[in-house]
C-alpha cells in the first residue's frame, strides 16, 4: 500500500497524464481492462475549460530511444468531461486523479473549483506545463508564475493538488519549491522535454505543431536528475516519471526521492507496463538490497 | 447491429513464428498465437514487435510496435495462425521482414474495428492497392466468393495476388502484369456495369481517396481501411487522429475501417 497526499493507493505506480485513455482502452480490452487494470491510480488526460480537436496531423514522431508528439491537448472541454468523461471514470477500480489546464489563472482556477467538486474526483494536477499549445506563456517555466497561479487556485478545493511541472524550465527545483510554498500537495515531473524533427524530404517540420514533446527512454535520465534536485528541495511529495520502463527504472526514482512513480510512453508498447513495472518494484524491494544496475559506462 | 470488434486482452503477449513465405516483394510472416481471441474481425489489426533486436538499429530505431491488418486468422491446434503481409521498408517493417520461425512476436491485438457486411441488396466488391490487399485476404475468405480488383507497383509486387481465391483481376503501374493502369479505372468500370455493391478498399492515401469519390458520385455504400502513424493501437496516444466529418477520430478505435460518408477526403 501506497500513501499519497492522504488518499491510500494499492502501490505506487501511476500513468502520466495523456499517455492512457482509460475509456478508449475498455472499447479495445473490454472489462478485463478493470480486472487487470495497470495502474495504482488513474490520472486524466488534461482536460480545458472549453473543447478542444488539437493539433493537425502528423502528431508522431519515432526518435531515438523514444518518441515526439504533438498531441494538442484534444478534449471534451469542462461541461463534456463532467457530463460523459467522468462516469466512465468513477468505474475505474482505482482512485481518479483528474489534470486540468487553464489558459488564464481565473479559468484554471474555475475547473479547479468544478472538478474538486465532484466525489468521483480524489485529486486534481494542474498541467503548468504543456509545451504543445500556444499560449505564449508556459506558467510551469517560472518559479513565480508558478506560485500566482497555485494561489489563485488553492482555495477553490480542499482535495490534493499535484502540480506537474515541465523539465522546460531554467531550474525546475525552484518551481517546485514555490508551488510548495503555494500550497501544492505534491508535485509530479517530467513533463515532456520540447522536441522537433524534420520532414526528411523537405526539411520542414514534421509535425502538424511543428514542435512536440519528447517521451520514452530517451529523456530518462535527464528526468532522474530533475526528480532528485527537486526532493532534495521540497518537503511534499515528489511523482516520477520520464521513460520508466521497468521496476529497476522506478527504483531508481524512488531511490532518487520519489514517492510514486509514473508510466507514461511504456504504455503504448504494452498496454499493460504499468502492472509490469509495478510487480517488478515490489519484487525488488522485496529483495531488500540495492543490485547492480542496469547499465553502466564500465 | 454490434459493431465488428473482437475484444484484445490487456496485455502484450507473445507468438512463435510459425511461418515465413517471401511472395516478391513482400514478406508473409505467420504467427501462433496461443493467448489471443481465435476469432478476430477482418479489418482489425495488431500491433507487432520482434522480441529480440527491437532497437538499437539506425537511429536507435525501431522503439514503437507497429499496426498490421491481419491477413489471415486460421484456428490452428490450441491457437490462431495470424498471418501478417509486410513489406520491408524501414527500420520496423524491415526487422519483422526478417523474423525467422520460433522466433517470437510480440503482439496486442485484435484492435479497432473491421469490416461491416455488405448493404442490404448488395454485393461486395474488394479493392486492393498494394499492401492494401492484406485486410482483404481475410475478408475474402469470410464472405466467399466475390470480385476482387487489384493494383500493384509492378511484377514483385503482383504476386500477392495468388494469395486469393478465384482470380482476382489484376493491374500494374508497370504493366507487368495485367494492363498497364490503376487499379481505380477497373473498379469505375465496375460501378458502371453494376453499382449494387459495396466497396471494400485498402491501399494508398491517393487510392482511397479516388475510390471514395466514385463512390461518392454514385452512391455507392463503401468501406476505406485506412492508415495512419500510430503509437500505441488502443486510443491512449491520441496520434493516428484523421480528419472527418465529426472532426479528428482515432483510427486505432474508430477505424481502422471507416465509412466513406464519414469522409469529406481520404486523403
Redesign the interface.
Known sequence: MTELCGVTLRGPVLNGS????A???R????D??LD?F?FDAFVS?TITLEPR??NP????W??????I?S?GL?NKGLDGFLASDLPELAALPVPLIVSVMGFSRDELAALVAAVGARDEVAMLELNVSCPNVETGLVMGADPAETALAVERVRPETEKPLIVKLTPNAADPAAVAVAAQEAGADAVSLVNTLKGMALDPKTGEPWLGGRTGGVS??AIRAIALEQVAAVAGRVEIPVIGMGGIATGRHAADFVAAGASAVAVG?E??????AG?RVAAELAQLSLGGARRAPASTTV | MTEPRTLAPPERRVARVSGVERLGAYDLITALDRSGPRDPCPGQFYMLAAVDAWGGGVDERPYLPRAFSFARGRVEGDGVALGFLLEAIGPGTERLSVLAPDESLALVGPLGVGFRLPARGTRPLLVGGGIGAAPLLCWQEELGQCTVLLGFRSAAHAQAAALFAGTPRVVTDDGSVGRQALVTELLAKELDEDAHVTVYACGPPAMLEAVRALCAERDVPAQLAMESGMACGFGACFGCVVPTKDGYVRLCVDGPVLDCDLLETAL
Open positions: 495523456g499517455t492512457f485513455d475509456i478508449a482502452a472499447r479495445a480490452f473490454g478485463a481492462l487487470r495497470p488526460k480537436q488539437g496531423p502528423p502528431r508522431l519515432e526518435a531515438p530511444g523514444g518518441l508528439n498531441i484534444p520514452g527512454p510512453t504504455s503504448f508498447r504494452d498496454p499493460a502492472r
